[in-house]
């Protein structure tokens, strides 16, 4: 097992993003990628990937990437990954050769990936294009577990290859009052992370690390999948959520207090039994001051991105929100939030 991962994601590279590429939405008016399918039609959308795909990122990405201290990368790859060769893609354009290219770019300039298969288990789902981003575990986990096995089998013996996680986004349903909130219901999450772990294992052996995201809930996952019994095996806590308490954000006191709530996370999610990490999290404060002045803002985020490079620092994985914004955003693209960082705060 190497040293600890500092990296970022490649977030809006295979699958599109529409707040890491708004023009390439803008004149449709779509939010998301499936309403994008629909609205341009399957020619103009398969021309759109296509170009932004070999356009977005490239071996020169991987190259800064390693140069600003970074070693390791989180790419998101999508369930239609494998196009035809996989499950029945519909619509949807694969890019498993671009996934070879990565890991390749990865291996010959020292850096490790973890790939993370991009479904949001019990998020919603308004499109009735496809149906498989597991808001319906019954409908979606056999797709799901295909191509966990595949993706595991493919890279099983590549050095690149760091592990896998096997969601990314996850709502789990939790009550709230007398009610249950929306959301995929945490024993069904279990079974699914179960039977992943498994196959994982089944392709690639005991090395390879198998991570879950535990949704914003860990309580769900304590003594889940013990040590003892399992290898390998992480939580990611997500700490790009919004969070439900407000916290007045006026001075570094009030940055402080929000990195001692991340602290709090990491500790609940300790609970579990299994290594932390922390597979997304950003500069950018959870509210905006209309007193605050530009340039006050971005000493605070500078004060709040350097207390959760402390805070993260124990953790076997961090990955900061993105690589590359086609903005520039300030407080979600690591080109320009981490800029001013020495590389030894980073590495």
């Given at each position: 097992?190497?040293?600890?991962?500092h990296?970022?994601?490649?977030?809006?590279?295979?699958?599109?993003?529409?707040?890491?590429?708004?023009?390439?939405?803008?004149?449709?008016?779509?939010?998301?990628?499936?309403?994008?399918?629909?609205?341009?039609?399957?020619?103009?959308?398969?021309?759109?990937?296509?170009?932004?795909?070999?356009?977005?990122?490239?071996?020169e990405?991987?190259?800064?990437?390693?140069?600003?201290?970074f070693?390791?990368?989180?790419?998101?790859?999508?369930?239609?990954?494998?196009?035809?060769?996989?499950?029945?893609?519909?619509?949807?354009?694969?890019?498993?050769?671009?996934?070879?290219?990565?890991?390749?770019?990865?291996?010959?300039?020292?850096?490790?990936?973890?790939?993370?298969?991009?479904?949001?288990?019990?998020?919603?789902?308004?499109?009735?294009?496809?149906?498989?981003?597991?808001?319906?575990?019954?409908?979606?986990?056999?797709?799901?577990?295909?191509?966990?096995?595949?993706?595991?089998?493919?890279?099983?013996?590549?050095?690149?290859f760091?592990?896998?996680?096997?969601?990314?986004?996850?709502?789990?349903?939790?009550?709230?009052?007398?009610?249950?909130?929306?959301?995929?219901?945490?024993?069904?999450?279990?079974?699914?992370?179960?039977?992943?772990?498994?196959?994982?294992?089944?392709?690639?052996?005991?090395?390879?690390?198998?991570?879950?995201?535990?949704?914003?809930?860990?309580?769900?996952?304590?003594?889940?999948?013990?040590?003892?019994?399992?290898?390998?095996?992480w939580?990611?806590?997500?700490?790009?959520?919004?969070?439900?308490?407000r916290?007045?954000?006026?001075?570094?006191?009030?940055v402080r207090?929000?990195?001692?709530?991340?602290?709090?996370?990491?500790?609940?999610?300790?609970?579990?039994?299994m290594?932390?990490?922390?597979?997304?999290?950003?500069?950018?404060?959870?509210?905006?001051?209309?007193?605050?002045?530009?340039?006050?803002?971005?000493?605070?985020?500078?004060?709040?991105?350097?207390?959760?490079?402390?805070?993260?620092?124990?953790?076997?994985?961090?990955?900061?929100?993105?690589?590359?914004?086609?903005?520039?955003?300030?407080?979600?693209?690591?080109?320009?939030?981490?800029?001013?960082?020495?590389?030894?705060?980073?590495?």
């Amino acid at each position: 097992m190497t040293g600890a991962l500092h990296g970022v994601n490649l977030t809006g590279w295979l699958t599109l993003e529409s707040w890491v590429t708004p023009e390439l939405f803008a004149d449709s008016g779509s939010l998301d990628e499936e309403a994008l399918l629909v609205d341009a039609g399957p020619e103009r959308y398969r021309q759109i990937v296509e170009k932004h795909r070999e356009e977005f990122i490239g071996r020169e990405d991987f190259v800064r990437i390693a140069s600003r201290g970074f070693n390791a990368v989180r790419l998101p790859v999508p369930w239609y990954a494998f196009g035809e060769d996989g499950p029945d893609c519909g619509p949807y354009i694969g890019c498993i050769d671009l996934v070879d290219d990565a890991l390749g770019w990865a291996e010959e300039i020292g850096l490790n990936v973890v790939f993370a298969l991009a479904i949001n288990p019990g998020a919603p789902h308004d499109s009735d294009v496809v149906c498989r981003d597991l808001a319906d575990m019954r409908l979606a986990r056999e797709t799901a577990l295909e191509v966990v096995y595949k993706l595991s089998k493919r890279y099983a013996h590549r050095t690149g290859f760091f592990g896998i996680e096997i969601a990314d986004d996850v709502v789990v349903q939790h009550r709230v009052g007398f009610s249950m909130s929306d959301g995929v219901p945490q024993h069904q999450l279990r079974n699914y992370y179960r039977e992943a772990y498994e196959l994982v294992r089944n392709a690639a052996g005991e090395e390879p690390v198998v991570i879950m995201p535990d949704g914003g809930f860990p309580s769900g996952f304590v003594n889940f999948m013990a040590q003892r019994h399992y290898r390998n095996v992480w939580v990611d806590a997500h700490m790009d959520r919004a969070s439900s308490k407000r916290i007045d954000v006026v001075g570094p006191s009030g940055v402080r207090k929000l990195v001692d709530m991340h602290k709090r996370t990491l500790r609940d999610a300790a609970r579990t039994g299994m290594p932390v990490m922390v597979g997304k999290w950003s500069s950018a404060l959870p509210v905006a001051d209309a007193q605050m002045t530009p340039e006050g803002r971005i000493a605070l985020e500078r004060v709040y991105t350097s207390e959760q490079l402390g805070a993260y620092s124990g953790c076997p994985a961090w990955f900061f929100s993105t690589w590359k914004t086609s903005g520039l955003l300030t407080s979600w693209d690591a080109r320009v939030a981490l800029s001013s960082f020495e590389r030894g705060m980073i590495a």
